[in-house]
């Protein structure tokens, strides 16, 4: 869909608008408090985790300390880095406070720089043992204060819902990042996220913001694809961010050997938009 115009107009994205090259960001000279980010959408299949993992890996090789929580209980997020989550603390056991300090479920990753709090099947029972807990949406904010010092951004995979576990991310969180797959579908259930963003806002935490909308699952040869992006950006605005994910096979590929992609095929197109991805929240001051 890019093109340039004869006249020496800048290239136009698949979003309608000019290509920007979002700089390298700089080093940081000290790290900490991070910047807790959820990435939530309550529809399955557009890419939440996916978005998560890579966008967790690019953040980590500009050289910024990532903690990855793994926050749905069928543990794509804990699979997808290679990270054990079975016998070992998880997000579930801090929640339930089994487990007090968070030091103790951290792993450690290939990628440096990035660690993860996995999760399993456990984590399913967490919204029945959290029902009746006094400040209950806000459990796992006080999980997170305990090492939000020790890193410069914490990414939180949320599972496809907008129950209890998600109610207590974005109530832990200063943004949020919506995946967004490119179909109707997908689309429909946006607006009914943001009203209930828009009430966390209101009565559990005051300080979230959208940090945007990122595009997955693009494919620039359907016109399906194109009406749909189109139209987020139409509804949505600067919201949207300009980074978009096309759809490729190498994502699954890279969900088997356990690896982010952009280090699987730092190469392929998809590795560079994720690349992207993270310059461009930087450069919206999403991330330090």
Known sequence: ????EQSG????GPTGRPITEFPVPAPLSSHGPARIISLCNQKGGVGKTTTSINLAAALAAYGRRVLAIDFDPQGALSAGLGVNSHDVPTIYDLLL???KDPREAIQHTEVDGLDVIPANIDLSAAEVHLINE???EQILAGVLRKVSDDYDVILIDCQPSLGLLTVNALTASHGVVIPLACEFFALRGVALLIETIEKIKDRLNPVITMDGIIATMFDSRTLHSREVLDRVVEVFGDQCLETVIGRTVKFPDASVAA???TTFAPD???AKAYMQLARELVA?????
């Open 268 to 270: 392929h197109a998809a």
């Open 9 to 12: 107009a800048a290239a136009m």
């Open 97 to 99: 406070g089994s487990v």
């Open 1 to 4: 869909m890019a093109n340039t």
């Open 134 to 136: 006094v400040a209950r």
């Open 259 to 261: 690896k982010p992609i």
């Open 284 to 288: 919206r001051g999403a991330v330090a």
